[in-house]
T-cell receptor, first 114, second 114 residues
Framework: AQSVTQLDSQVPVFEEAPVELRCNYS??????LFWYVQYPNQGLQLLLK??????LVESINGFEAEFNKSQTSFHLRKPSVHISDTAEYFC????????????FGDGTTLTVKP | KAGVTQTPRYLIKTRGQQVTLSCSPI?????VSWYQQTPGQGLQFLFE???????NKGNFPGRFSGRQFSNSRSEMNVSTLELGDSALYLC?????????????FGPGTRLTVL
């Protein structure tokens, strides 16, 4: 069995400030890790993923996440946020041998204020 | 390449009715997974189909069923609708192999049960 805990349900932050959205996971087998973003009334968009290799992964819009196996974490960071980053963010995990079944955290609502 | 499409986008039904939702995966993808998203329960895995066979199943009652056709399109059916079935139903497709764990999500079908 696997589980995901997103440690903050809501994160308010001012524009151009740094932000960290925290995610811990639990699994007895090797996993893939993902961060998805969801805007109102839309589906999920993949933000970034860790499949293997370098533990630091980056997205094209300035987000990055670091896979920490010893701490079973996959925190999402951005050094300077924009108003347009306001959305709900989901951390997800799937087993490497069972990638069609993802387990999601409860989500973190990021609100960027001017 | 076209993304994952879901039809219809919105549905309103009454208790006791049944409903069928459709999902067309990305061309070449053989795995289709379904998720239910509600404010109270978050994102929960319903089932996954791969090559017309159910490969994974979540913890939902038998009223929730699905199938996949030879062209990888999938349908999800909910019978005897209950108020609690009101949710955003998301479909995700992937290649289905263990080496590539990325799922691509559709925009969802918003089901309202009155």
């Amino acid at each position: 069995a696997q589980s995901v805990t997103q440690l903050d349900s809501q994160v308010p932050v001012f524009e151009e400030a740094p932000v960290e959205l925290r995610c811990n996971y639990s699994s007895s087998v090797s996993v893939y890790l993902f961060w998805y973003v969801q805007y109102p009334n839309q589906g999920l968009q993949l933000l970034l993923k860790y499949l293997s290799g370098s533990t630091l992964v980056e997205s094209i819009n300035g987000f990055e996440a670091e896979f920490n196996k010893s701490q079973t974490s996959f925190h999402l960071r951005k050094p300077s946020v924009h108003i347009s980053d306001t959305a709900e963010y989901f951390c997800a995990v799937s087993q490497r041998t069972n990638a069609g079944k993802s387990t999601f955290g409860d989500g973190t609502t990021l609100t960027v204020k001017p | 390449k076209a993304g994952v499409t879901q039809t219809p986008r919105y549905l309103i039904k009454t208790r006791g009715q049944q409903v069928t939702l459709s999902c067309s995966p990305i061309s070449g993808h053989r795995s289709v997974s379904w998720y239910q998203q509600t404010p109270g329960q978050g994102l929960q895995f319903l089932f996954e189909y791969f090559s017309e066979t159910q490969r994974n199943k979540g913890n939902f009652p038998g009223r929730f069923s699905g199938r996949q056709f030879s062209n990888s399109r999938s349908e999800m059916n909910v019978s005897t609708l209950e108020l609690g079935d009101s949710a955003l139903y998301l479909c995700a497709s992937s290649l289905g192999t263990s080496e590539l764990g990325e799922q691509f999500f559709g925009p969802g079908t918003r089901l309202t049960v009155l």
